[in-house]
Structures are given as C-alpha cells and as structure tokens.
C-alpha cells in the first residue's frame, strides 16, 4: 500500500543480481500459508497438465539417478576384461612357449596343478572369483557386445530422459504462463469494476506495479519452483538410496561433508544478508537522491546547492560500494569454498572407497558411480535452498495481487435499472449530502433544481473540491444521502453507463492515449466514420491543426509527444466530446497553461458545445460566470453559496470577496 | 580451469581429446542456437511489457474518461491484446530455454559414454590405463563446464558493453556552460539591475532562434513583467539571467557586468529564482526554505515563510518548521509547495527576483497578500515575473510583450492597451467586455 510510483524504479534497478543465488534477500509475504493456498488454488485447473509433468519429472529424475550406475558397469565390464587380459598375458609369459592348454583349463585349475595358490593373495577380492575362473585357453578378448548393449540402453535412458525434462519443462511453463495471463486479465477487468474512490486513496503507481512487476515475478518464479522443486525432492532420495545400495560405509562418509557445507552456507547467507539488504536499502537512497535532484536541477543550480548534492551523493555512494563489496566478497567465496568442501568429500570418498575395493567390497564401476552420484548430490540442496528462498518472493508478489483481486467493489447497478431514452436535460439536486471520508461532510444538504439548456458556473479558488461536483454527477461517488435527478429519475437507481451515457465530459487534465488522432477522437462514439470525425473537428477548430500533421488523422500520439500542445490536446478531447453528441455537458474552462488565441479557440469551440444542452462548468472567466443561469461557489472542498451572479454579489459573502478581489484592482 | 584441465586431458589419453573438441563444439551449437532464437525475442518482450504498461497506466491515469465514455470493455480489450501478445512471446521463449538444460545434459551424458567406449577400444589395444580414461572422464567434464560458463559470460558483454557506452554518452558530454576564466565582480553601488542588450537565443540544433534582438532594463524597486503566447519564448529569457543558458548572441548584465564574466556561485547568490512548479527536497521546511542561505537563521527563515504567505500553513503543520518534507515536496500541496519555493527565495535576500509563472497554483488573495508583503523587501531587488494573465501583471512599472520571441512592445497596462496590438488582443481573450470598457478608458 505505502509503494509509490517511484519505488518501481528502485525494485528494478534492485533486482539485478547481486551475486549467489541463495542469497537474495526475499520480500516476506504477511500470510505466507494463506496466500500460498492461493496460489496453488490457481493451479487447480490444471491438475491433468500437472500430474503428466509430475509423471514426466519423476522419470527423467529415476533415469537420471539410474543411469550412473548402469555406466558403472560398463566400466565394471571393461576392468573385467582388462583384468583377464592381463592375467592371461601374465600367465602365457611364465608358461614355455609351445604349451597349448586344453579348453577350459582355469586358472585355478592351473595354479592348483601346479602348486602355486600363493599368486592369488594379490588379486583384489573383488575380482578373485573373475580371475580363478578365466579360460586360459584361449587368449580373453574385450566383451564389446555387452558393452555395446550397456551403451545401447544408456543411449535409450539418456535420450528418454531428455525428452522427459523437455516435455514437462514444455507443459511448466504452459501451466505458468497461463496463470500469468489469467492474473493479468483479472487485474485489469478489476481496475475496471473498483470504486474510483480506491484510486483516490492510492497511488496509481502502486496498482500499475501490481499488474506488471509483481506477475512477473510470480510468472518467472512459478515456472523455477515448479519444475525444480519437484525434481530436487525426488533427485534428493534417489541419490540417496543409490549411494546407500552401492555402499552404506560411502554413504555415512559422503554425507558427513554435509553438514560441514550446510553450515557454511548458513554462516555465509547469515553474514551477507545483512550488507545484501544493506545494498537494496542504499540503492533506494541513490535513487531517491538523484531522482531528486534532476528533477529539481535548476534550483540546485540557482541556489549553488551543488557542492551539497555532490558531498551527499558521495557519501551514499560510498556507502553502497562498501556493502556491495562485502555482500560480493561474500558471496563470492561461497563458490570456491563450497568447491573445496565438496573436493574434501570426494577425496574422503575415494580414499575409502578405493580401501573398499581393494577388500572387494566394492567394484571400481561402483566407485566411479558412487562419485558421479556424490557431485549430483550437491545440485538438488542448492535448489532446494533457492527455492525456499524464491518461493517467499513470489508469495509475496501473488499477495500483493491477490490483495487488490480482493478489493471492495464498486456497488453493482440494480437489476431493473430504468432505462432512460430521450433526455430533456434537467437535473435536480435533493438535499444532497456528501463526504469523502466518513464522518467529514464536504456538501451538507444541497438542493438545486437546473433546467433543461441551462448553463451553471462551478467557482471557486484552486483546491476548493470543484471535481467534487462532476464525480457526483457522473456517479463516481454516489451521495451519502439524498438523491441527483435526470429528468426526474434518480441516477441511482440507472445503469451508471447509462449516467455517463448522458453527459459528456471535457476536463482540464486532458488525457489522450496512445494511439492516432482519429482513434482519440472516436473514443466517444466508436462507430464514427471518418466523415463525422472531420466534422466534429472543424467545429471544434482543430481540423486545421491536424491536417498540417503530415499523416492528418492518421498521426500517432505517444504518451510524452511534442507535437501535440496543451492547447491542442484540449481541443482535441473537445472534438472527441462533440463525437459523443451527449444531452449533457461537463466543462473545465482552460486556465494559465494555454497560450491566449488558443484559449479564444477553445472558448469558441466550447460555447458551440454547450448550446442547447444542460451543462456544468468549471469557470475562470467572468464572463461565462456572468452569464450562468446557476453560479455554484466552492471553497475548503464544499459549497459555501449558490445563486445567480446579481445574488451573489447582493449577498457580499464569499463569491462577492472573489469577485472583488480578482476583477476590480487597480494599481 | 577449463585450459588447465584441457592441457591435462590431452596428456592424459591424447588419442581421446576429439571427444571433447566433439562434444564442446556440440555444446557451442546448443547454446548458439538457443540464444539466437531466444535472443531478438527478448527485445520485443521488452517492448512488449513497456506496451502492457502503457495501456495500464492510460487505463488508471484515464479513468474517469474510460468511464465517462463508457469505454471499460474496450479498454479491457486493448489490454487483452497485449496480454496475449505477451503470453504467446514468453512462452515462446519459455519453451525455448527449456530445451537447455536437458540438451546440455545429454551432450554430457553421450560424452561420458563414449569416453568409455572409445577408452575400452584403447584399454584393450594396451594404449592407456583404466585410471588414464577415468581421470580423462572427469576432465572433460570440467572442459565442458569452463566452456558453459564461458558462453553464458559472453551473452553478458554485449549488455555490459551497451550500458558501458550509454555511461560514457553521459560523462563525455561537453558543458554547455563554460564557467569564466577570469571572474569578475560587480561593484557594491550596482545593486539590482539587469539588462539585456540585442540577446537572442536559439536552442541547439534549432533552426529558428526563440528569442531576437531582446533589450531591456530591470531597474532596481521596479518590477519587469513578460507576457506573450505559449511559445513566445518568456521562460527562456528568464532562465538566460542565471545562466541556465548562454545567449547566442548579445548579452545579458547583471550590476552591469556581463553573466559569463562572475563567478557561478556569486552571480547565484545574486538571484533569487522561483520556478513554474515548486521544487522542493527531503528534508524539513526549514532545510528547505534555508536552501542555498546556508547562514540563514531561524529568523530569517519565518521572515521569508511570512512574506511567501507560507507561514500559517506551516505552523499547522506537525513539527511546524522541522515538518518532514518528504522526497520531491510529495507530502505537501501544489500551493504550499510554491508558496514554499517562494520562500526560499526570499530567504536569500537576492539583488533580482526571478518569478518564472509562480503564481499559478496561488489563489487571488492569497496573491494580491504576497505582492504586497514583497514591497519591502524588493525595494532595492529587481523583480521579473514571467506570466500568463493580464491580471496579475497590471501593476508593473513595466510590461515586456514577447511575441514569437521578438519584444512587441515595452510599457506599463494603460500604455500598451493603447500602443500594443499584441496586448490588447490578450487582455481582450482575458478580461470581459465591461472590464476593457473601465481599462480602455483608464488608458485614453
């Protein structure tokens, strides 16, 4: 709620990466557990496409745990058959030359015919049963047909495997990307369906955020934490069980690295965390103070406040170096550490398991696996790590939509509005009573009744609430009590539609979209040809404008062009009003920001507008004041008289001290 | 590492080191292919977002027109086709980053298979140890790596190297304003004057100069007011004084010595400038209002809030002159910001008063209650105001009426409603029929 606009910048330029990945500083969601359920709530359409994924995942990771082992005895064959070469050979060499042995004499045969058992105290347990078995008849060759099978299923399992992690990363980020949308789409029907009061009390900045940063996140984090989660678990005990059915003793050694990593990871994220925060909070500072200071540039400069600036945005950078240095160092030597410690394990499981294997215990193929599954076994807790840490985030971002998805709507329109056709124009004000805040009434019982074609002057200093007046009009605020009448018909109880179908609406805050000329204009009426366009254009005297345009009404205006002036762009929402062709007007008289012959223009062109139809004015200059048949007078938000201009000055209140003040100075 | 490693390989089982150009070059091709289909995508998703952004900011900052129009499904529409948009892109490239990691997988993978076949082939013909292919395994292994995290650094140059020029475009850039070499001093008994002699000024890269052949004198006590058109160029005269900008020809006196010859920071203390929307900083309302009066003492400081008419909404503020000013002046009104710009103006005790339209956000009477506490305090301060309406300038000793950057005519209300065409046609826009009525024959 407390984010402005600015601090989109601030997250933005703070989501760089700041170095190791387990060491993001989270945003902690305030009901971490509800907003979770919601979140996976919005999976639930998608359990099919989620179950396939698990399945798929689940394979590939059984495939991936699998497959070392299976390589294992490929490298088991092949010490096998290297081993009985070299028997063979060794053999062959003590034997004379011309001794055939017949078939299937073995080794042990051999050594038993000959006396001499003494040999086999040196070979490896593990292979003493290979080598007491070996046909020395005929010299071994290399079983390059089992090995060629081994592969051959290897080849299938890795290329299953593959496709498996493919296909479920495929169907991940369909699931993701769907429910970004989704979310996306609600939001935006949402700002449509809210109280404008809502956006009153906040800052647009803040739902604009809402709609684009924090989807991001919850669409780039969902897609991570999905498919990892789901294979670092699995990927988790099935090392786990591998290493344990190759060899318990391995496993205990391997796994009594982990803690030692384990905390020092702790104790790296516990100290970096700290100067991480650190970096963020000071980034928002820099930011703040340049933003600061370039929008107010000239005044630093004319009030030669440079050496200030400069000393104080020296010091935050200095500031920022120092924990970006540490939190970098840091960070930083996470890696090599880490590094160091997993080489201890393996050190340690190669030792071992080389003692193993020379008691037979264990075969070389096993170790080789064994070390294969001890280096994959680092990759799943780092996840797991990361997406603790990446699944407060996104938490936090999906509450953060989901707390504006919640958001009190505006009041439905009632089911048997009436539907008003043909409108005479007469508006009537019943004993309104209306506050924006509870328990703070800004108009207190107002009654006024306008004629159909009449014109009312809305007065008053800046910042005296004349909006007040179109909001309710308009029914963007409806009254706390009383009730506003067209012909005779409460607006209440019309569509709101149907209310705003009647008026036409050309504020001072000229806003025009993205988009061209022709496009603005039809916004009003979005079936106008271009014929009418041209029409309401002329009468609004900015056809001549915009046909010196070099694409005329096909001209794109962006949201910061140069081309277009105040001036024109009011001029150009007074065209778009004409195209609405309304009952009813709502006028802003243009004020200091237009250059005068423009301000003749548009006073023209709005006098074309209002004749012959009900409307209200905000009003500057006298002479449309003086010519009101109803002067509204406004100040501290309320309105303080009513009247006609000769009323109001016999009255000498409020308007009388304006009027005086404003128009009959002299020097 | 990844050299290191290579160096070992070869001697190792130099017979098997195709296997790694093989499988790094495969590894290349992976990632290549990835990233150019990936790559230009991204560009668009950029813009994408920045599009999204846009039709919701329109959306919020609009409202109450996609309301009064009755336009919410439109709007709703328009941002479903950029939400679409934005979907197929991402998950275009979703899909395509996906294809990553099991592809780099499998090339490792095929990799330690075929060390292993290809090594029980040299096992067999005696050529390496079974130890020999093992070590081989592992340091392919870390080939591949060194060369993963190679590539994935190298996609970061060509990002590194934008920003790094993007910076220098800033640094690089030569100042506009030349500080002078030889800074002179104005003497104490020329207090308060500007003149413009023959100024013009166009902006750079401008074919059309803003301001011709300006001249004029501010003399000290004595008001100067501008008026004219939007673009008639009374904003850019002004910011020429405190040299904002230099003239492109001609010159501007302050004392009567040109702008270029003083020092920056004694010709600043000499101007007291006060900008179309108040500018103000985090910080309290005294930091503010003591803004570049370092010295300024508490005194000095309500002296200056009472004169800008800012004094009585500042002690109902909470801290009262230590109420927080939150970053940009955000916690304070359009006119408490200006009138607190004013202030910090005054504050300064300058010799020249600059008000750059200051006045548009300041109800009448509170206006008419500034002007007349300013009296005293620019007895001897020459004060220009930049303006929009006849109204607020009608009592200069002197009006300057620019049009399309050249002076239509210099003189006080009653002269110029008689002499200027140009003024009269904007107090005629301005005043009503009556009121010229009582002007025009003020004026005969």
Not at chain 1, 441 to 464: C, E, L, Q, Y
Not at chain 1, 468 to 483: A, C, H
């Amino acid at each position: 709620m407390t984010d402005k606009p600015k601090n989109e910048s601030h997250k933005r330029n703070g989501s760089v990466n700041h170095g190791g990945p387990v060491m993001m500083t989270a945003e902690k969601p305030k009901h971490f557990k509800k907003s979770l359920g919601k979140l996976l709530g919005l999976l639930k359409p998608n359990l099919g496409a989620i179950a396939v994924m698990v399945a798929l995942t689940i394979t590939a990771t059984v495939f991936d745990i699998v497959s070392p082992k299976i390589l294992g005895n490929m490298t088991n064959q092949i010490v096998d058959d290297y081993i009985s070469a070299k028997v063979y050979d060794a053999v062959h060499e003590k034997l004379p030359k011309d001794v055939k042995l017949p078939k299937g004499t073995t080794v042990k045969e051999l050594a038993q015919q000959m006396g001499d058992t003494g040999k086999f105290s040196e070979v490896p347990e593990a292979q003493k049963e290979l080598v007491e078995n070996l046909d020395l008849s005929e010299k071994p060759r290399f079983h390059y047909e089992v090995l060629g099978q081994i592969a051959l299923l290897l080849v299938a399992l890795y290329l299953v495997s593959a496709l498996a992690y493919y296909v479920s990363g495929w169907v991940g980020t369909s699931i993701t990307q769907n429910i970004v949308y989704k979310m996306r789409k609600d939001l935006s029907a949402k700002i449509n369906r809210m109280p404008i009061s809502y956006f009153d009390r906040h800052q647009y900045g803040d739902v604009l955020s809402r709609v684009t940063n924090d989807v991001d996140t919850v669409g780039q984090s969902l897609n991570q934490v999905f498919g990892q989660a789901i294979s670092a678990v699995i990927m988790l005990f099935g090392i786990l069980v591998m290493m344990l059915t190759i060899s318990w003793q391995l496993t205990i050694i391997a796994l009594l690295v982990l803690p030692l990593s384990f905390g020092f990871v702790g104790f790296i994220t516990k100290k970096s965390q700290k100067h991480f925060k650190n970096v963020q909070n000071r980034i928002g500072t820099l930011n703040g103070h340049i933003e600061e200071n370039y929008a107010g540039q000239t005044i630093v400069k004319a009030f030669s406040g440079e050496a200030e600036a400069e000393k104080h945005f020296d010091a935050v950078n200095s500031k920022l170096y120092e924990s970006t240095w540490k939190s970098q160092f840091m960070s930083g030597l996470m890696m090599p550490v880490m590094h160091f410690i997993s080489n201890l394990g393996y050190v340690a499981t190669a030792v071992a398991g080389g003692w193993l294997a020379l008691n037979g215990r264990l075969s070389i193929g096993d170790i080789q696996a064994f070390i294969q599954y001890v280096s994959q076994f680092n990759q799943p807790i780092v996840q797991v790590g990361q997406i603790t840490n990446l699944l407060q985030s996104t938490v936090a971002a999906a509450e953060r939509v989901f707390e504006f998805l919640e958001e009190t709507e505006e009041v439905p329109d009632r089911q048997d509005a009436t539907k008003l056709s043909i409108v005479k124009g007469e508006v009537e004000f019943k004993n309104v009573h209306f506050g924006y805040e509870p328990g703070q009434p800004i108009i207190k019982n107002f009654s006024a009744r306008i004629k159909p074609g009449h014109k009312v002057a809305i007065v008053g200093p800046t910042g005296a609430g004349k909006t007040t007046i179109v909001n309710l009009l308009m029914r963007f605020y409806d009254p706390d009590s009383g009730e506003i009448t067209i012909d005779g018909i409460n607006t209440r109880d019309m569509e709101r539609s149907d209310v705003r179908d009647k008026f036409g609406m050309v504020l001072q805050d000229t806003w025009l979209f993205s988009g061209t000329i022709k496009e603005n204009l039809t916004y009003g009426d979005l079936k106008a040809s271009r014929n009418d366009v041209k029409k309401a254009a002329e009468a609004a005297h900015v056809d001549h404008f915009v046909q010196a345009l070099p694409k005329s009404y096909d001209t794109r205006i962006e949201e910061d062009s140069e081309n277009i002036s105040v001036g024109e762009k009011q001029l150009l929402t007074i065209a778009r009003a004409m195209l609405a062709d309304a009952p009813m007007l709502i006028l802003d008289e243009a004020t200091s920001s237009v250059d005068t012959r423009t301000e003749v223009l548009i006073q023209n062109a709005m006098e074309k507008l209002t004749k012959g139809r009900t409307s209200f004015v905000i009003a500057h200059r006298l002479s449309t004041i003086k010519n009101a048949d109803l002067i509204l007078v406004m100040n501290n938000g309320g309105i303080v008289e009513q009247g006609s201009h000769q009323e109001l000055l016999a009255a000498d209140g409020f308007y009388a001290g304006l009027y005086k003040a404003q128009f009959v100075t002299k020097t | 590492m990844g050299v290191g490693a290579i160096v070992r390989a070869l001697s190792t089982a130099p017979g098997m080191s195709w296997i790694i150009m093989l499988a790094v070059a495969a590894l290349l091709v992976v990632i290549a292919t990835v990233f150019a289909l990936a790559l230009p995508r991204f560009k668009i998703l950029q813009k994408l977002i920045d599009k999204l952004n846009l039709v919701t900011r329109e959306n919020l900052t609009g409202l109450r027109v996609v309301r009064a129009f009755n336009n919410e499904r439109h709007e709703e529409k328009k941002f479903d086709a950029a939400n679409k948009e934005l979907t197929r892109v991402n998950l275009f490239i979703n899909r395509v980053m996906v294809v990553m990691f099991p592809f780099v997988q499998l090339i490792l993978n095929f990799t330690m298979l075929l060390v292993i076949w290809v090594g029980a082939g040299f096992i067999d013909s005696g050529a390496i140890e079974i130890g020999n292919m093992m070590a081989f395994m592992q340091y392919a292994m870390q080939v591949m790596m060194s060369f993963m995290f190679l590539t994935i650094a190298f996609i970061m140059v060509p990002r590194a190297v934008v920003s790094w020029k993007r910076i220098t475009e800033v640094v690089d850039t030569p100042l506009s304003i030349k500080p002078a070499k030889k800074p002179k001093k104005a003497k104490n008994s020329m207090r308060g004057t500007v003149e413009f002699k023959n100024v013009s000024f166009a902006y750079e890269g401008a074919d059309e100069p803003v301001l011709k052949n300006i001249s004029f004198t501010a003399k000290p006590g004595e008001t100067t007011a501008f008026i004219g058109s939007t673009s008639s160029g009374k904003s850019t005269l002004v910011n020429l004084v405190p040299r904002f900008y230099d003239a492109t020809k001609g010159s501007v006196l302050v004392d009567e010595v040109n702008v270029r010859d003083y020092d920056q920071a004694d010709l600043m203390s000499k101007i007291g400038y006060v900008p179309q929307k108040g500018v103000l900083f985090s910080g309290t309302v005294e930091s503010n209002v003591a803004f570049g009066a370092n010295e300024a003492g508490e005194q000095q400081v309500k002296r200056a809030a009472k004169i800008a008419q800012a004094y009585d909404f500042v002690e109902k503020m909470e801290g009262k002159f230590n109420a927080h000013i939150a970053q940009g002046g955000s916690n304070v009104s359009g006119g408490q910001k200006q009138r607190l710009s004013i202030a910090r103006a005054v504050a300064k005790d300058p010799e020249v008063y600059i008000f750059d339209d200051s006045f548009s956000a300041l109800d009448f009477k509170t206006y008419l209650a500034l002007r007349e506490a300013l009296k005293p305090v620019t007895k001897k301060a020459a004060v220009l105001i930049v303006a929009q309406r006849v109204g607020t300038i009608k009592h200069a000793e002197q009006i300057v009426v620019l049009d399309k950057g050249k002076v239509a005519g210099i003189g006080d209300h009653q002269s110029l409603l008689k002499s200027c065409k140009v003024y009269r046609e904007i107090a005629e826009s301005q005043l009503s029929e009556d009121e010229m009525r009582v002007e025009m024959e003020g004026a005969e």
